[in-house]
């Protein structure tokens, strides 16, 4: 399994030029359904769980078969909740003999960050 198997695009790079903050403009509507199917991954506590421990495992990826243990539910099923992930380009994979390990795709979350900041809290400043 390669990295990009399976992932959907990732938005367009964020640049500082090209502020797409909800404060600033109102989204377009192809911005409108990219950014709502990430956010759709993320609306369920259990791909929110598993993002959140991919995102701050040190060495910046996990094995699902250490994922797996964190929940009271079939492996079958985090394999599903991480194949969401993957395919909304939250999350890599990258399959190693007998294991798939995970990381998260920074652009994806930087860009959903991006989406949901303040102009002031960007700049460092506070109004």
């Not at 509507?29 to 950014?35: I, W």
């Not at 079939?74 to 991480?82: A, C, N, R, V």
Request: glycine fraction near 8%.
């Amino acid at each position: 399994m390669s990295n990009q198997e399976g992932r959907a695009p990732v938005l367009g790079d964020a640049s500082a030029d090209d502020c797409s903050c909800l404060s600033i403009a109102p989204l377009g509507e192809d911005e409108s359904v990219e950014l709502a199917r990430l956010f759709k991954a993320l609306g369920d506590p259990v791909r929110l769980r598993l993002l959140s421990m991919i995102a701050t495992r040190g060495g910046g990826e996990v094995c699902v078969c250490e994922l797996t243990p964190a929940f009271d539910l079939s492996q079958p099923t985090i394999s599903h909740h991480l194949k969401l992930l993957r395919e909304a380009g939250l999350i890599a994979a990258e399959r190693r003999g007998t294991w798939v390990y995970y990381r998260v795709l920074p652009e994806a979350t930087d860009r959903l960050a991006a989406v949901l900041a303040r102009p002031e809290a960007s700049e460092g400043g506070r109004k």
